[in-house]
């Protein structure tokens, strides 16, 4: 089921997704934002992710549920491949969440199945048909001039388009992601990275 948003509306919700991790990390951490469409912050939550494990997408709806709101009206991930090859299930997460799920990424990229091979010699089929899951990337032109890729579920890609753009205030990262990243980063720096 696609939503329709009312993506002028200034009461409209994000939460903005992101991690920070070093390889070295039994775990990521998950900044998560919740934001409005005036970009006024209304709501934060921390979580983790395994580093090379595969709960990406537990993960995440952890956090989503763990705010107990029914006003979010969709989810916008910094990437869909986190902690180190942990794939998030876009589709099940939009349909787990009942919201609809945007997945950025910012580079053009050849993909990352020799990557998985070479650092999951066991296993590696397993995360090879969960990105293959994801299906293809989406190039699109924001506003700004900046290109990005987008990955999206429960949502028309034109509303999902016009949603980054809102949330867009200049280059190419919207600010609940923008914000979640900087929220992820101080608390891994502050050594909160051993969650879980």
Do not use: W
Request: charged content about 25%.
């Amino acid at each position: 089921m696609t939503a329709r948003l009312h993506i002028n509306k200034v009461g409209i919700r994000v939460l903005g997704v992101a991690e920070s991790f070093s390889k070295s990390d039994k775990k990521s951490v998950l900044g998560c934002v919740v934001m409005r469409g005036d970009l006024v912050i209304d709501g934060i939550v921390i979580g983790s992710a395994t580093v090379g494990g595969d709960d990406a997408t537990e993960a995440v709806l952890r956090a989503f549920k763990s705010l107990s709101r029914n006003d979010i009206n969709a989810i916008m991930l910094s990437g869909c491949v986190l902690s180190m090859y942990n794939i998030v299930d876009v589709d099940g997460l939009a349909k787990r969440s009942r919201v609809p799920v945007v997945c950025l990424t910012y580079r053009e990229t050849s993909g990352i199945e020799s990557a998985i091979r070479h650092h999951f010699p066991v296993g590696a089929e397993r995360k090879l048909a969960a990105y293959r899951s994801l299906g293809e990337r989406k190039r699109v032109r924001l506003s700004s001039g900046k290109s990005i890729y987008i990955r999206v579920s429960g949502i028309a890609e034109p509303d999902a388009i016009a949603l980054v753009d809102k949330f867009t205030m200049q280059g190419s990262l919207p600010e609940p992601v923008r914000v979640a990243k900087l929220l992820a980063r101080a608390v891994r720096a502050a050594g909160s990275s051993r969650l879980g």
